[in-house]
């Protein structure tokens, strides 16, 4: 099983700050990695798919890089609704897996 | 617009069976592989089971091989999850989602998801 970790657990920022998540797989998953935001109450919104390629409707302000098992999922300027919870998800073979998640919290 | 609604949620005692149904609408259901995701109080996701889109491939994490059994009814737009010998650690909001497809591929992540059904294991 491939194993994601998260970093950090909780990112403190202000809106209008950049945000920088990151996801590191336990081995190679190449691109195959996507990155979900989810509010409380809420299910997960797929934001990129296959490291680097937004989902449709997806705000240009989020963009994903990285392959094989050091990822990025960055923010360019914190809006006010972007203050959620991001998991990472890879695809590359079963069991599929998420990351523990990183907050981004209001500071 | 797509939909899915899971029903089926409940308070189970340990070693009990619950089955969750998935209704879909608003896309071609027979065309799309479906997955169920569950995610215990304050914690992470994490992926249970997947089917493919005629039913015929089936795949379990670890954690529920041998208890829970997906299946679809193609006929009727749904999806399901029966779940057996449930256990307190079963404990979450099952979600049911559908895999994300652009330009005649599909990616095994998920695009929509229904708003979840709350199953609870305990005595």
């Known amino acids: 099983e491939i194993v994601l970790t998260q970093s950090p657990a909780t990112l403190s920022l202000s809106p209008g700050e950049g945000a920088t998540l990151s996801c590191r797989a336990s081995?190679?998953?190449?691109?195959?990695l996507a990155w979900y935001q989810q509010k409380p109450g809420q299910a997960p919104r797929l934001l990129i798919y296959d490291a680097s390629n937004r989902a449709t409707g997806i705000p240009a302000r989020f963009s994903g890089s990285g392959s094989g098992t050091d990822f990025t999922l960055t923010i360019s300027s914190l809006e006010p609704e972007d203050f959620a919870i991001y998991y990472c998800?890879?695809?590359?073979?079963?069991?599929?897996?998420f990351g523990g998640g990183t907050k981004v919290a209001i500071k | 617009e797509v939909q899915l609604l899971e029903s089926g949620g409940g308070l189970v005692e340990p070693g009990g069976s619950l089955r969750l149904s998935c209704a879909a609408s608003g896309f071609t259901f027979s065309t799309y592989p479906m997955r169920w995701v569950r995610q215990a109080p304050g914690k992470g996701l994490e992926w249970v089971s997947a089917i493919s889109g005629g039913g015929s491939s089936t795949y379990y994490a670890e954690s529920v091989k041998g208890r829970f059994t997906i299946s679809r009814d193609n006929s009727k737009n749904t999806l399901y999850l029966q779940m057996t010998s449930l256990r307190a650690d079963d404990t979450a909001v099952y979600y049911c989602?559908?895999?994300?497809?652009?330009?005649?591929?599909?990616?095994?992540?998920?695009?929509?998801w229904g708003q979840g059904t709350l199953v609870t294991v305990s005595s």
């Open positions: 081995q190679s998953v190449s691109s195959y």
């Open positions: 998800q890879h695809r590359s073979s079963w069991p599929l897996t």
């Open positions: 989602a559908k895999v994300y497809y652009d330009a005649g591929t599909y990616y095994n992540y998920f695009d929509y």
